[in-house]
């Protein structure tokens, strides 16, 4: 079972705090990031989250592959500032590159939970099962985009079930077509609601 903390309701971090019945206010809490990074304020925007930084075993490879057909989403990136130095030169520089569109995010106290906060999505390219973030990243409402695993399940627009977009291979393919789903189903603001619910309420 999942720890009931932290939460985004009583995380004193965020500048919104927020439950399942008040995801409006997670909007702000992107509005305020995108402030922060100092990108235009467009909280329509899908912005796609890497809540564990990047290294070679969180799937890097995977990522420089993807990263050229990210680019040619409507979607914002944003990267916490940590993991290995050879993804952090590169992220940097695209990040250079795309000012507007791409970000590193200082791995400051609490910089997780108010990324995760904002993000409408999460990134997870390797089996996040054991990693801290896919449970948090549920917690707060950003819908995983992540190679399979067993806590989560691939969302069903038929039966309006599931907590995430899965992808089973991990090839550059397979990860791409997962966020493109995703960002097709984040163009109808109710079933994305529906699945950040399910996100947050899994025990």
């Known amino acids: 079972m999942r720890s009931p903390s932290p939460s985004p309701a009583s995380d004193t971090a965020l500048d919104y705090p927020y439950t399942a019945k008040t995801l409006d206010m997670k909007l702000q809490n992107k509005a305020a990031l995108q402030e922060e990074l100092g990108w235009p304020v467009e909280p329509k925007r ?10 070679e075993t969180l799937g890097g490879a995977l990522l420089m592959e993807l990263l050229p057909g990210l680019a040619t989403l409507p979607v914002e990136l944003v990267i916490l500032g940590k993991g290995s130095a050879q993804y952090g030169n590169v992220l940097t520089q695209l990040a250079g590159k795309h000012r507007h569109r791409i970000a590193i995010l200082p ?5 997780q939970t108010r990324l995760l906060a904002a993000a409408d999505a999460s990134l997870f390219l390797t089996d996040a099962g054991d990693l801290p973030a896919l449970p948090l990243a549920l917690a707060y409402g950003a819908v995983p985009i992540a190679l399979a695993t067993r806590s989560l399940d691939d969302y069903n627009p038929n039966q309006e079930s599931g907590n995430a977009f899965v992808f089973q291979t ?12 995703a960002l097709e189903t984040y163009r109808f603001p109710f079933d994305w609601r529906t699945i950040q619910r399910h996100c947050m309420q899994e025990e």
């Open 170 to 181: 991990p090839t550059v393919w397979h990860a791409f077509a997962a966020a493109v789903r």
């Open 107 to 111: 791995a400051q106290e609490s910089a």
């Open 46 to 55: 899908m912005l796609l989250c890497l809540p564990d930084g990047m290294t």
